[in-house]
């Protein structure tokens, strides 16, 4: 028997045509919980950079080991995502991405048992796998549940909230830290977003079970209708993207912004270590950082209108650059607490811009898939880079890695120029 109408719509990929949108208040409840996943994921990411000074000193590891520790997390989470963006047409994204969440907590409590550099490598490796689900797919889901007039402000609203987890997990690691050590530190967060995976799972259940009953009725049947939903999904990726060279472009300059912004919030907890800063310190003042960060999220896209999607990104690129050549010379004490909110503002800013220009590069029917191969582009620069400027930081010493940051971002901005406002 074919699939019903529903079971049609459930399947058919997102396309406005055969399913219709969800009510605004079924939008309004996912939006609310995959902002409360996104505060999980990037709370998870954002803690490991401020608790790797300290499981370096314990574990005794170089800059490069340490900048190897991230490489491992971002190198897994970029393996993850487009692969999840393919396997969300099988099991659906809500499954997808509640179980994802889970599989990154459970790494992280599983670093409880961590003594050495072998076996962390390898739990953080594995845990990124789980963090390599959210962007792709919870990006697509809030996208794909929203009215086409709010698809930007409800994703402008998710990546505010992951950047309130970037302030608030620190925050909470740098004061655990030093009660519990990094390993008890790691398994209470992980606790956290275990238990908020396991209650966005029960609160969807119902959801799910009707999409795994759909997925089940569509592959008994091979007629017109297995073909809408979806079945033999495993097409060319490149599907999810509508115009090709501008997404390039696009994804170029998210790759370079990734990676400086990985390797820069890596390495700031050890110079912060190293200019004065008290270690029960370390998690307020990088959590400013990502609080700068947050608001730069929430505010740098608003004047697109103003000056375009072009010009946004070359102002908040230059006083990114700006920001990275000034930190080493910034004493500790008040001129620090003033000076990394507005840092982070513009060092994080970008991103959002980004994503207004990136969005009609997209092909609205497949865009898990496009945001898929965006993020995993931009991950791997985040993963390659604190290993490369680890080696700069052993070589050279910890200020050149942020004037090699802000170096390679003055080359970025030549980049900017071949972007097209849409």
């Known amino acids: 028997m074919p699939p ?7 399947l058919a990929s997102g396309s406005r045509e055969a399913s219709p949108r969800p009510s605004d208040r079924e939008g ?3 939006l609310g919980w995959c902002s ?3 505060v999980v994921n990037d709370g998870y990411i954002a803690s490991l950079s401020l608790l790797l000074p300290f499981m370096a000193a314990e574990l005794g590891l170089s800059y490069t080991q340490s900048g190897l520790l991230k490489t491992a997390s971002h190198a897994a989470i970029s393996a993850a995502q487009i692969p999840a963006g393919f396997l969300v047409e099988k099991v659906g994204e809500i499954l997808l991405l509640g179980l994802g969440t889970a599989w990154f907590s459970a790494g992280y409590i599983a670093l409880l048992f961590a003594f050495g550099f072998p076996v962390t490598f390898i739990l953080i490796l594995l845990s990124g796998i789980g963090g390599g689900v959210y962007h792709p797919v919870g990006t697509a889901l809030v996208a794909n549940v929203s009215r086409p007039e709010k698809a930007g402000s409800a994703i402008g609203i998710l990546n505010f909230f992951g950047d309130i987890g970037k302030v608030l997990f ?5 004061v655990l830290v030093i009660q519990l050590g990094w390993r008890g530190t790691f398994a209470v967060l992980g606790s956290i977003g275990l238990i908020a995976s396991i209650s966005y799972l029960l609160a969807f259940r119902r959801q799910i079970l009707q999409r795994l009953q759909c997925r089940r009725d569509a592959t008994g049947n091979r007629g017109p209708s297995a073909r809408i939903s979806g079945v033999g999904a495993w097409k060319p990726f490149c599907r999810g993207i509508r115009m090709r ?9 998210g790759m370079v912004d990734t990676g400086i912004r990985s390797a820069v919030m890596v390495f700031l907890g050890f110079y912060l270590i190293q200019s004065g ?14 609080f700068g960060g947050a608001f730069g999220k929430l505010l740098c896209g608003m004047p697109n209108a103003l000056l375009g999607v072009k010009r946004l990104i070359f102002l908040t690129e230059f006083l990114m650059v700006a920001g990275c050549f000034a930190l080493p010379s910034i004493p500790s004490g008040w001129i620090m607490l003033f000076f990394l909110p507005v840092f982070g503002f513009f060092l994080n800013g970008t991103s959002s811009v980004l994503y207004i ?8 029917d497949f865009r898990s898939q496009g945001y898929a191969i965006y993020y995993t582009l931009t991950f791997i620069l985040a993963a390659i880079s604190p290993y490369f400027f680890g080696l700069i930081g052993d070589v050279s010493g910890l200020p050149a890695i942020f004037y090699a940051a802000g170096a390679l971002m003055s080359a970025g901005l030549i980049v900017v120029g071949f972007l097209r406002n849409q």
């Not at 800063?277 to 990502?290: P, Q």
């Open 4 to 10: 019903t109408g529903d079971c049609v719509n459930t």
């Open 28 to 30: 309004r409840r996912q």
């Open 36 to 38: 409360l996943l996104h």
């Open 170 to 174: 620190p925050a909470l690691a740098g």
């Open 245 to 253: 060279r501008q997404f390039m472009l696009f994804s170029l300059v």
């Open 277 to 290: 800063v008290r270690e029960d310190s370390i998690g307020w003042f990088v959590s400013l950082t990502f």
């Open 357 to 364: 220009g990136l969005f009609p590069t997209l092909h609205e």
